[in-house]
């Protein structure tokens, strides 16, 4: 009993951390009404944009691409409707449920699918749809001359459909029903350009990859549904107190590798890298502001299990603090562009994963980091897809350079991204960054230290790859040759980068002094208090300016007023780790994808000698017979012999019959 | 008297057969003429689904009952009754064999008397499988189980491949070689029972006395038999080489359907004649399904042809229908049951496509294939489809089952519920490797692809209704359920056995969350 006592003491601290004496995570839903009662229309939109187009043909060639890209301005135009509604109502009856149908009933499990209005499902949908409506308004242009636009339309409809069903759905199984969705739009894709096949490989390590993750989540579940005989959220949050404290833990390790899976952290990491070979929309809009975030929104959504496992919380901050050092430090020695940036939104997700370990604290940071860098990762893929645009999809930065004349807008566009991202005061990341640091520091004890010193010191290592990837590509001296033209793109891409890049310089103001963020997201996680940062805030913030001044600093020195070599020199072998990626792929080669051809190989070959009836006799055990038998049975005696007796059979039978 | 349903479902393909084969020479009516018959026994199977009370009618186990004697001095009755799970065989049957014919409309040129041969048996095996799932006389499932073989036998071996005889053969030998045996127990079964004129039927034979000796032994004939017709590993070595050598349509209906007998007998014979021998080698069992689950998927994964790859998938969920079968929960078995529908479907999908590759490229050698998404979108659209039911992707049919045989067996045994779910990883190499090879890569060119068009208007009636039924199966598996959840739990009573309460109790906390789930 006294594991259950401990877990119930725990919920009580945890309680007393919240303004809301209702606790958290257990607001009141009631069954929405009006607008908000057709909030499925948000997933269906889009979901009938990608059947219509994919099933259309090529009749839908000419307007599908804008119905798709209008179909996901709708699906947005009816989450501001809803939240419009939201707002309408007091803070704590902002969760709205919208039963749909009876899916899975069996045994103790009863579930139907229906979705959850509540504002932390709302701000998702907000970036999803608002920043994935700016992708499909960019692939416009972006796409405009690739004969399977129409194809590649459906895909991001589909996406976006699938996302919306993992932030909306109000049970674990729905959840999980997006949460593969969206693992398929990621792997169709990352293998959109399937002819190259290393695009094709690509695609099947991600969809692989995620079902490593996936099998936590299904662990996860089956534990649910063994411990409270549900999986909706209302359930089994509201009874995650009665449950052991190991069994919490076991859930939330569960749930944590899930999230491992989908969010690239590490030890599944592996994944997001490749999944560069997607069209740069793609990257930006799945690789980048959303579907990698899922882990992220998995674990505050879990947030009442957490709360009561301080264990498996301890592990999310570990694995968070862990995969923020691991992708910056990749993303030093990238000289690919996309995957520079890949490494770097391993590594902010890093950053997110950490909050959300921080307890009831970090949730609302992780969340508010979540949307400012949807905004500014996206602006600066999608700049990254214009300035391949303008360099004819060449990639390699050491070829770029003093492309800032050449391409202005895209020039500052990115800057403003860049500076968000290195957290430059005042712009969106600053704030939602710092926060995160300064509540790492008030852990107690060696957490403290530890997660507070691994986030700052990230955020210095960030400032440095950043402003490397920043200034090969717009400064220094030109390494591209004549055959290049650059050129800036045109309205149809720059409009959304600039849209992107205003909300990258000034979301955070607008959203956190004003209290518009802690006041929508209190309801869900509560108001939490914080401590008092083991050093004071304003030393923090210093320390976070000057190591943001260094790192920029040092990139300048090497790579705007030095000269970039075009081909990577020789390098030390910290050097050579990076680029390899820390060498990921070897470790799982040899443990995982190794072995997995080889007991295939092996199960092949051992079949073989099975099927073919044991040639040389070599089979054991009963099957000596059989195999005896079909030898025989070779010469057609045997063969005529046994249907002659099954015949035989069946026509004495018969004959009986009629003579009854 | 009601109407005989079962009857006429079982005797409408046999009138339809002798038909066919009474067709004079060179008449383009044979296929009309078998799909019209198959399309009119779904219809009576709708038909005859409308009768049947999903929640039962208080008046015994099955439904639909027919009950005469047939041979008294042996204690033989022809008996037909269906429940839940019977009756969802039945359909899946029903609706799958016009899909084959269409599938198979130009597998047989129409020279001779071929095409009569083919069409013919294969409305004979259609009845053949009606009388299986149907038969509630231990006697007449044995005559069934055994007369199914006959068609399938001359499907694989007159129309099969280039190695079609000794695929014929390994089936027809692993079969009988099953069936002795458990003619062997169905025998001792009897003899164990009332005995007297209808002593076969299989009410006088539940809740028999046996020792438990003989209980185990007797169980052991059938499950023998059961396992290798499922199959299991390691007695799954005919299908491969039937299932390469066979049409695809032979296929479908053989992997499909024919072998859910096997796992149908499992839950209707084995578990139901003998709950303590079941009991006694459950750990056994559950051992083999999940070696049978591992063993499938890395064969597949290590697999060049196309054909036998499908196969191989089928032995990995065939594990996980027995496993759910032995887990012994209601959300096992239940998942177990459906899965034996949805993998009917999943199955048809893979076959069907993969000969409508195979017929284009005459090649099942998947080192043949690549960039075939730009040859055959539509074609290799489909096969992706198909693939991801087969991964069970949620939303579509198989996630369904699939998820509730893992989470079902983990109520009662956690390890072997993690363990089994590490197979959908497994399953996304082999579906995804196999999609690799076959469509992607650069658009391939030669005098071999000249004329290759994409999915006919024929093939897109194939491919259609499977693909529906994976997404009704995914989202609204509800009607499905509802039938087999009675069946299932009937069969738990049977066995002994109870669902494992959940931790918590969760009815105080829940009025008092205000929520309305």
């Given amino acids: ?660 | 008297m009601n109407f005989p349903w079962l009857t006429t479902l079982l005797v409408l393909p046999l009138v339809g057969a002798l038909a066919v084969s009474l067709l004079p020479k060179g008449t383009g009516l044979v296929r009309p003429v078998a799909l019209g018959t198959a399309l009119l026994t779904l219809a009576v199977g709708i038909g005859a689904a409308t009768q049947f009370r999903f929640g039962g009618t208080g008046e015994g186990q099955f439904q639909l009952t027919e009950v005469y004697s047939w041979i008294p001095q042996f204690g033989v009755s022809y008996a037909l009754g269906v429940d839940g799970i019977s009756l969802s065989m039945i359909l899946l049957g029903l609706v799958l064999v016009p899909i084959c014919m269409i599938a198979a409309w130009d597998d047989v040129p129409a020279v001779g008397r071929r095409q009569h041969t083919y069409f013919a048996l294969m409305l004979a095996l259609s009845s053949m499988m009606i009388g299986v799932f149907a038969a509630i006389d231990v006697f007449l499932f044995y005559v069934f189980f055994e007369a199914m073989l006959i068609p399938v036998y001359f499907l694989i071996g007159v129309f099969g491949g280039t190695r079609r005889a000794k695929a014929a053969t390994t089936f027809l030998l692993y079969s009988l070689a099953g069936g002795l045996i458990m003619l062997v127990a169905v025998i001792g079964v009897y003899l164990a029972g009332p005995r007297g004129t209808d002593g076969f039927l299989l009410s006088n034979l539940t809740g028999l006395d046996l020792s438990v000796e003989a209980g185990r032994w007797l169980f052991l004939g059938f499950f023998v038999a059961f396992a290798i017709k499922a199959p299991m590993w390691p007695v799954h070595t005919w299908l491969p080489l039937a299932a390469e050598q066979a049409r695809p349509a032979t296929s479908v209906l053989l992997v499909g359907v024919l072998d859910k007998v096997g796992t149908y007998g499992m839950i209707r014979f084995c578990l139901a004649l003998f709950p303590e021998a079941s009991r006694w080698a459950t750990p056994a069992i559950l051992t083999l399904a999940l070696i049978s689950l591992f063993v499938g998927a890395f064969l597949a994964i290590g697999q060049t042809d196309m054909l036998r790859l499908i196969s191989y998938t089928s032995i990995s969920h065939f594990g996980f229908i027995v496993l759910g079968i032995f887990a012994f929960t209601t959300v096992s078995q239940t998942g177990a049951t459906l899965y034996m529908v949805n993998h009917g479907f999943t199955t048809a999908g893979l076959f069907l496509v993969a000969g409508m590759l195979i017929a284009r490229r005459g090649s099942r050698d998947l080192r043949d294939f690549g960039g075939w998404q730009r040859v055959t979108p539509l074609v290799a659209g489909a096969l992706l489809v198909s693939g991801l039911s087969g991964l069970a992707l949620p939303g579509l049919n198989s996630f369904v089952s699939e998820f509730l045989v893992i989470v079902g067996t983990f109520q009662r045994h956690p390890w072997l519920g993690i363990i089994s779910a590490l197979g959908v990883i497994l399953a996304a190499v082999y579906i995804l490797v196999m999609y690799q090879k076959v469509a992607t890569g650069p658009k391939p060119e030669g005098p071999e692809l000249e004329g290759i068009t994409d999915m006919s208007g024929r093939e897109k009636w194939v491919v259609a209704p499977i693909i529906a039924a994976f997404l009704v199966l995914g989202f609204y598996p509800k009607p499905v359920l509802d039938l087999l959840e009675p069946a299932v739990e009937q069969s738990m009573q049977t066995v002994g056995v109870s669902d494992p309460a959940t931790v918590v109790d969760t009815s105080a906390n829940h009025s008092t969350e205000g929520s309305d789930h």
């Fill in chain 1, 1 to 660: 009993m006294s594991v259950h006592d401990l877990s119930h003491g725990l919920a009580s601290v945890s309680l007393a951390l919240a303004d809301d004496p209702g606790g958290l995570g257990a607001t009141h839903a009631t069954q929405a009404e009006g607008i908000a009662g057709l909030g499925w229309l948000m997933i269906a939109l889009p979901l009938a944009g990608a059947a219509l187009l994919l099933l259309g043909g090529r009749m839908t060639n000419s307007w599908g691409p804008a119905l798709a890209t209008l179909l996901s301005w709708a699906s947005f135009a009816v989450g501001v409707a809803v939240i419009v509604q939201l707002t309408g109502l007091p803070a704590e009856e902002r969760a709205l449920t919208v039963p749909l149908w009876d899916w899975v009933s069996v045994g103790d499990l009863s579930l139907t699918a229906g979705l959850l209005l509540d504002p932390l499902s709302l701000a998702f949908v907000m970036l999803i749809t608002f920043v994935g409506s700016l992708i499909h308004v960019y692939s416009l242009g972006y796409m405009e001359h690739d004969p399977d636009k129409r194809r590649f339309f459906a895909y991001l409809n589909l996406f976006v459909a699938a996302m919306l069903i993992l932030v909306l759905a109000d049970s674990y199984l729905l959840l999980f029903v997006g949460w593969e969705g969206v693992g398929l739009a990621s792997y169709l894709l990352i293998g959109f350009w399937n002819w190259n096949p290393e695009y094709a490989a690509a695609a099947n390590k991600a969809f692989v990859v995620n079902r490593v993750g996936d099998v936590g989540l299904i662990t996860a579940m089956a534990i649910m549904l063994a411990t409270f005989g549900a999986l909706d959220f209302a359930t089994v949050h509201g009874n995650a107190g009665g449950a052991g404290d190991l069994t919490l833990t076991l859930i939330g390790l569960a749930l944590l590798l899930g999230a491992c899976g989908k969010s690239a952290q590490f030890p599944l990491q592996s994944w997001l890298g490749d999944a560069m070979a997607g069209p740069t929309p793609v990257s930006a809009l799945i690789h980048a502001a959303t579907m990698v975030t899922a882990g992220v929104y998995l674990i505050a959504r879990s947030q009442a299990i957490y709360d009561l496992t301080p264990d498996a919380r301890l592990v999310v901050a570990i694995v968070g603090a862990l995969t923020l050092l691991y992708g910056a430090i990749v993303g030093c020695a990238k000289d690919d562009i996309k995957k520079a940036l890949a490494a770097s939104t391993m590594s902010q997700i890093g950053y997110m994963m950490l909050a959300v370990g921080l307890g009831p604290v970090g949730y609302l940071y992780a969340i508010f980091h979540l949307v400012t860098h949807g905004f500014f990762k996206a602006n600066m893929f999608l700049g990254a897809g214009s300035v391949m645009h303008a360099m004819d999809n060449r990639v390699d930065m050491r070829r770029f350079g003093a492309l800032r004349t050449d391409i202005k807008i895209t020039f500052v566009t990115f800057a403003a991204g860049w500076l968000a991202i290195i957290g430059f005061p005042f712009t969106a990341g600053w704030f939602s960054k710092d926060y995160i640091i300064e509540t790492a520091f008030t852990m107690e004890g060696w957490q403290g230290w530890v997660f507070g010193g691994v986030a700052l010191l990230g955020a210095g290592i960030t400032a440095f790859y950043m402003s490397r990837l920043f200034f090969m590509t717009f400064f220094g001296t030109a390494r591209w040759h004549d055959d290049a033209h650059p050129h800036e793109s045109p309205l149809v891409m720059t409009v959304p980068m600039m849209v992107l890049a205003l909300g990258s310089l000034v979301l955070g103001a607008v959203l956190y002094p004003t209290g518009i963020i802690t006041g929508w997201l209190e309801p869900v996680f509560g108001h939490a208090e914080h401590g008092e940062p083991l050093i004071p805030v304003l030393a923090i913030q210093i320390s976070a300016f000057v190591l943001m001044v260094v790192g920029a600093g040092l990139a300048w020195m090497m790579y705007a007023r030095r000269d970039v070599p075009e081909t990577a020199p020789e390098a030390s072998l910290v050097t050579v780790a990076a680029r390899r990626d820390l060498f990921q792929d070897d470790v799982n080669d040899a443990i995982f994808t190794g072995p997995t051809m080889a007991l295939a190989r092996t199960a092949v070959d051992a079949d073989a000698t099975l099927v073919e009836g044991g040639v040389t006799g070599g089979t054991t055990g009963g099957l000596n017979a059989v195999s005896g038998m079909l030898r025989r049975a070779q010469n057609g005696f045997v063969r005529s012999y046994a249907l002659t007796m099954l015949l035989g059979v069946v026509a004495i039978l018969g004959a009986v019959w009629v003579m009854q």
